[in-house]
């Protein structure tokens, strides 16, 4: 029997989010299930454990002999994945590549990055357009810039 492992991830704050992140790792919606309050995780036996989450994966969507991996929605809103040590070498469905954790993260980063350029693009420009806002000309674009392993945002005007 595997333990399970407790991750810090403090900048997952957002189920949406996560929820978008799992779904780009390879589960669907039918897969992942959410809970208001946190429900018990399963072991490769079927087994009970002790670690209880909001956000679940079944084991029979991870792959035939893992565990269900889950993310505990804690008191300062953060969600906090936990996943047998078995199963931190998954990927997404039936994969096994990688580092689960890390994938998550990335995706997720991934994700609220996007959702920061179509906020700022579709909904601040024009805002600070049509406020007159001096210095925000109608041809200001938004674009990302990779500089080494992080994803800045430009703003160019």
Not at 12 to 33: F, H, P, R, V, Y
Not at 103 to 114: H, M, N, P, Q
Request: net charge neutral.
């Amino acid at each position: 029997m595997s333990e399970y492992v407790k991750y810090d991830c403090s900048d997952i704050t957002d189920d949406q989010t996560l929820i978008e992140a799992l779904q780009q790792m390879g589960w669907n919606t039918s897969q992942i299930e959410v809970h208001q309050n946190p429900v018990t995780l399963y072991g490769y036996h079927n087994d009970a454990r002790p670690e209880k989450a909001n956000i679940v994966i079944r084991r029979q969507n991870v792959g035939s002999s893992s565990n269900d991996i889950g993310f505990l929605k804690l008191d300062d809103g953060t969600y906090q994945p936990i996943v047998s040590e078995y199963d931190t070498s998954t990927s997404g469905p039936r994969q096994r590549s990688g580092h689960f954790v890390t994938d998550v993260k990335s995706k997720y980063a991934r994700i609220t990055g996007e959702k920061c350029v179509a906020q700022i693009t579709n909904m601040t420009i024009p805002r600070m357009q049509q406020q007159g806002i001096a210095g925000t000309p109608r041809n200001a674009k938004v674009s990302t810039v990779r500089v080494g392993n992080q994803v800045q945002i430009k703003l160019t005007y």
